[in-house]
């Protein structure tokens, strides 16, 4: 495939990296919200497609995972983005509840201080009590 038709063509071919993985932002589809990044393989990509649910791979654990399996926080996938050069995606979801396993709608609720090289500030709340949406059998 040609480099203008890999940019300009409408043949989607996602460029996995030397992992077999691909970046994956989902991106809240009301609010245009950064809600998180993850990895996707072939597999999670494909299930993610055929299902309209977001799949992704777990690098630490070496599996697939749904997002939302164990906290029942679902990403409905409404469109998928690809870049110009196909190896980043965009995952346009509705959720219905936050996202983070922290508690917050989105992994992104710190920022930079102004001012600061080194010191983060909360700029958001959270949304959910993380100790009860994961709970775990011991």
């Not at 990296?17 to 919200?33: K, N, R, Y």
């Not at 494909?46 to 697939?64: N, V």
């Not at 979801?93 to 996202?99: F, K, M």
């Amino acid at each position: 495939m040609s480099k203008k038709e890999l940019e300009e063509g409408l043949a989607f071919t996602p460029k996995f990296d030397s992992d077999g993985l691909i970046p994956a932002i989902a991106q809240d589809a009301t609010s245009g919200g950064i809600l998180m990044m993850a990895y996707m393989n072939r597999d999670a990509l494909d299930i993610t497609i055929k299902t309209g649910y977001a799949t992704y791979f777990s690098r630490s654990r070496k599996k697939l995972w749904k997002k939302g399996e164990e906290s029942g926080h679902f990403q409905k996938v409404r469109q998928i983005l690809v870049d110009c050069d196909q190896d980043c995606l965009v995952l346009r979801v509705t959720v219905d509840a936050g996202q983070c396993h922290t508690g917050y709608q989105s992994c992104f609720y710190r920022a930079l201080k102004p001012g600061s090289s080194t010191k983060l500030q909360l700029v958001a709340q959270k949304v959910f009590d993380p100790g009860q949406a994961y709970k775990k059998s011991t």
